[in-house]
């Protein structure tokens, strides 16, 4: 901590209230978690010897040591997740894509690292590029995580799908910076492709960036099947009642397309309280059947009939199913 500036400790201090866990939205004030016998200003600098202890004392707790300076890991504990691919594109190879209409490259001003991949359309018909993920196993559950970036008004779609298959798609639609996308899909084969595509440029320009790709093994599992969503849903409000209680936080999956021109910041009511907003990204005009875009609100089920309203004001979502799931990733 030597290193640190002196205004760091002379400016900046915690103010001993500790760690806000969640707002409540109509007062907007936060529940803390308190710690009792914290003093009310702990300099910058504590804070993180804090942190150093605690991570040291974790170490230590699971096998680790210390010894001349040095954190030592114990190999046994680390876990290898069930990962099935990984791209980041930054060895400048792109020869393990096919490429259909349309123009892909590796371009340097990108996501991440020296390279990411560049999707161009072509006059007429649709472009994509996509690769063969190998080593899936028929009927387990995969996520695919990326990073993707489109020109204005371009509605792209990552999908993975057997080869000739239409198989699932997931909407990245006039983003204009990189942003995160992921989605689940069940294998249907233990090689499938995965890729993206775009529309045929028309008047305008039109390409998809893609970077930092990998599919790895999870399971979502459903704990409450018993749902029912009432009518007139996505309009507005959509009363969705959930009857089972359930221990512990689960993921309430709202499967759903966004044909606006903006994020919908939807409100979430539990069970008569407000907690913050959770957002649908735009997915282009087209509803799509095949598209699995699917949003993730942690809820908790303390009530044998749980009532959860989603508001999205003069906003319309289509919603296309919802589910209760918990969702872990597989190690
Ligand atoms: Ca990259």
């Known amino acids: 901590m030597d290193d ?24 907007r004030s936060g529940y803390w978690m308190y710690l009792n016998g914290l003093p009310q200003r702990l300099q910058m600098s504590e804070i993180i010897d804090l942190y150093q202890q605690n991570f040291e004392s974790i170490l230590l707790e699971n096998g680790g040591k210390i010894e001349n300076g040095n ?31 349309g123009k892909a490259e590796l371009v340097t001003e990108g996501y991440e690292g020296p390279y990411t991949a560049k999707l161009s359309a072509s006059e007429s018909g649709k472009s994509s590029m996509y690769t063969t993920i190998n080593g899936l196993t028929v009927g387990e559950q995969y996520r695919v995580v990326c990073y993707v970036s489109t020109t204005g008004a371009t509605e792209a779609e990552l999908f993975v799908r ?42 305008a320009f039109k390409s998809v960036t893609l970077d930092h790709v990998s599919i790895y093994r999870v399971k979502e ?20 009642t959930v009857n089972g209680k359930v221990d512990g936080e689960v ?7 966004n044909p606006g021109s903006a994020t919908v910041n939807a409100s979430v009511t539990v069970n008569g309280e407000d907690f913050k907003t959770a957002a ?36 319309t979502l289509h919603i296309q199913s919802i589910e209760i799931v918990t969702v872990s990733d597989l190690w």
Do not use: C
């Open 71 to 101: 954190y030592y890991i114990p190999r046994t504990t680390l876990g290898k997740a069930d990962s099935v691919y990984f791209e980041n594109f930054n060895d400048g190879d792109l020869s393990s894509y096919t490429v259909s209409g």
């Open 251 to 257: 993921l309430l999956k709202v499967t759903f397309a």
């Open 221 to 240: 599992t459903p704990v409450v099947t018993d749902i029912k969503v009432a009518s007139g849903s996505g309009v507005g409000k959509t009363q969705i």
């Open 162 to 203: 057997e080869a000739g298959k239409d198989g699932v798609t997931a909407t990245v639609y006039d983003t204009s910076r990189h942003v995160r996308r992921y989605f689940t899909f069940t294998a249907t084969a233990t090689s499938m492709e995965f890729g993206i595509q775009i529309p045929e440029a028309g008047n």
């Open 4 to 27: 640190l500036p002196a205004e760091v400790n002379t400016f900046l201090w915690q103010d001993g209230k500790g760690v806000i866990i969640n707002y409540h939205q109509t007062d």
């Open 280 to 315: 649908f990204y735009k997915t282009g005009t087209t509803v799509d059947a095949s598209a699995v875009d699917a949003t993730y609100i942690p809820v908790l089920l303390s009530k044998e009939q749980n009532t959860i309203v989603l508001s999205t004001g003069s906003n």
